[in-house]
Protein backbone atom coordinates (compact mmCIF):
# COMPACT_ATOMS: atom_id res chain seq x y z
CA UNK A 1 0.00 0.00 0.00
CA UNK A 2 1.15 3.15 -1.01
CA UNK A 3 1.21 6.48 1.88
CA UNK A 4 0.89 10.10 2.05
CA UNK A 5 2.88 12.10 4.47
CA UNK A 6 0.72 15.04 5.53
CA UNK A 7 2.13 18.64 6.59
CA UNK A 8 2.05 17.33 10.14
CA UNK A 9 4.06 14.44 9.49
CA UNK A 10 1.53 11.94 9.72
CA UNK A 11 1.50 9.26 6.89
CA UNK A 12 -1.93 7.71 5.43
CA UNK A 13 -3.13 5.82 3.13
CA UNK A 14 -3.95 6.33 -0.59
CA UNK A 15 -7.35 4.77 -1.38
CA UNK A 16 -9.24 4.71 -4.29
CA UNK A 17 -12.67 3.07 -4.62
CA UNK A 18 -13.17 4.05 -7.95
CA UNK A 19 -16.71 5.41 -7.66
CA UNK A 20 -16.37 7.90 -11.04
CA UNK A 21 -17.47 4.89 -13.19
CA UNK A 22 -20.73 3.46 -11.80
CA UNK A 23 -24.04 4.48 -12.90
CA UNK A 24 -25.61 7.20 -11.15
CA UNK A 25 -28.62 5.20 -9.49
CA UNK A 26 -25.64 2.90 -7.80
CA UNK A 27 -24.19 6.53 -6.92
CA UNK A 28 -26.40 7.58 -5.02
CA UNK A 29 -26.37 4.22 -3.07
CA UNK A 30 -22.76 4.78 -2.43
CA UNK A 31 -22.80 8.18 -1.57
CA UNK A 32 -25.93 7.58 1.05
CA UNK A 33 -24.23 4.81 2.71
CA UNK A 34 -20.50 7.09 2.94
CA UNK A 35 -22.94 9.49 4.50
CA UNK A 36 -24.36 7.42 6.91
CA UNK A 37 -21.17 6.13 8.38
CA UNK A 38 -20.44 9.49 9.88
CA UNK A 39 -16.88 9.21 8.94
CA UNK A 40 -14.75 11.99 6.75
CA UNK A 41 -13.60 10.79 3.82
CA UNK A 42 -10.63 13.11 1.61
CA UNK A 43 -11.22 12.62 -2.27
Known amino acids: MD ?9 MPQ ?3 GVFQ ?3 ADAKTVL ?3 HGTKKMLVA
Open 3 to 11: YITLSNGVK
Open 32 to 34: FLI
Open 15 to 17: LGY
Open 22 to 24: IPS
